[in-house]
T-cell receptor
C-alpha cells in the first residue's frame, strides 16, 4: 500500500540543536499525525493536524500541515537527551486508510 | 489507566509452531489493529477490526489470522510461523475508525517475535 516518504532516516545532533524532519506523499491526506516511539515502547501521539496550512505547537515541538495536503514537517527546538527515539509521521486518507512513514531515528548527544 | 496490553513482550519460537499474541484494551474502543514494524519500512498494517466480529485484511495479512469475539480482545494468530515473520508487532486501538485521525491510536508496548 501507499507509504509516506519520511526523511531523514536518522539524525545525530548535539543537545540544544534544533531538529527538522518531514514527510511527503503523492497522495492527499485529510489529517497528519506525528508520533514518537521511545526505545522498547509503542508510538505515542505528539501532534495532530487537521487543516491544510495549519501550524500547531506542543511545547518545543511544532508541526505543519502542508498547503498541498501532501506533506507535513515536524520541528523540535533546543533538543534535550530525552528527545531520543523514533519519530513517525502518519497520514489519514479520505477513505480512512492510515499510512505511516518509515520513521526518523533521532540521537541526541549530551 | 487507559491502555492497550500485549503479551508476551518477547517470544522466540521455531518455524511451524503455532503461536498467539494477545491484545487487550480497556477503553471500550471499537477499532483495533495489528501492525508489524521492520527497519526501514515503518509500520505496516496486518489486520484491523472495526467492531466485534468484523475483521479485514491490511497491507500484509499473509501468514496471519485474527479474531474479534469480544470488544476488548484482538489476538493475532500465526498458524505456521516462518523466519520472515520475525518482527516487532504492535496492537493499536481507537474509539472509532475516523477517530484515528482526531486522537490517533493508542498503541501497546509491542511484542518482539523471533522465528528460528
Amino acid at each position: 500500500g501507499q507509504q509516506l516518504n519520511q526523511s531523514p532516516q536518522s539524525m545525530f545532533i548535539q543537545e540544544g540543536e534544533d531538529v527538522s524532519m518531514n514527510c511527503t506523499s503523492s497522495s492527499i491526506f485529510n489529517t497528519w499525525l506525528w508520533y514518537k516511539q521511545d526505545p522498547g515502547e509503542g508510538p505515542v501521539l505528539l501532534i495532530a493536524l487537521y487543516k491544510a496550512g495549519e501550524l500547531t505547537s506542543n511545547g518545543r515541538l511544532t508541526a505543519q500541515f502542508g498547503i498541498t495536503r501532501k506533506d507535513s514537517f515536524l520541528n523540535i527546538s533546543a533538543s534535550i537527551p530525552s528527545d531520543v527515539g523514533i519519530y513517525f509521521c502518519a497520514g489519514l486518507l479520505y477513505n480512512n486508510d492510515m499510512r505511516f512513514g518509515a520513521g526518523t531515528r533521532l540521537t541526541v548527544k549530551p | 489507566e487507559a491502555q492497550v496490553t500485549q503479551n508476551p513482550r518477547y517470544l522466540i519460537t521455531v518455524t511451524g509452531k503455532k503461536l498467539t499474541v494477545t491484545c487487550s484494551q480497556n477503553m471500550n474502543h471499537e477499532y483495533m489493529s495489528w501492525y508489524r514494524q521492520d527497519p526501514g519500512l515503518g509500520l505496516r498494517q496486518i489486520y484491523y477490526s472495526m467492531n466485534v466480529e468484523v475483521t479485514d485484511k491490511g497491507d500484509v495479512p499473509e501468514g496471519y489470522k485474527v479474531s474479534r469475539k469480544e470488544k476488548r480482545n484482538f489476538p493475532l494468530i500465526l498458524e505456521s510461523p516462518s523466519p520472515n515473520q520475525t518482527s516487532l508487532y504492535f496492537c493499536a486501538s481507537s474509539s472509532y475508525p475516523r477517530d484515528r485521525g482526531l486522537n490517533g491510536y493508542t498503541f501497546g508496548s509491542g511484542t518482539r517475535l523471533t522465528v528460528v
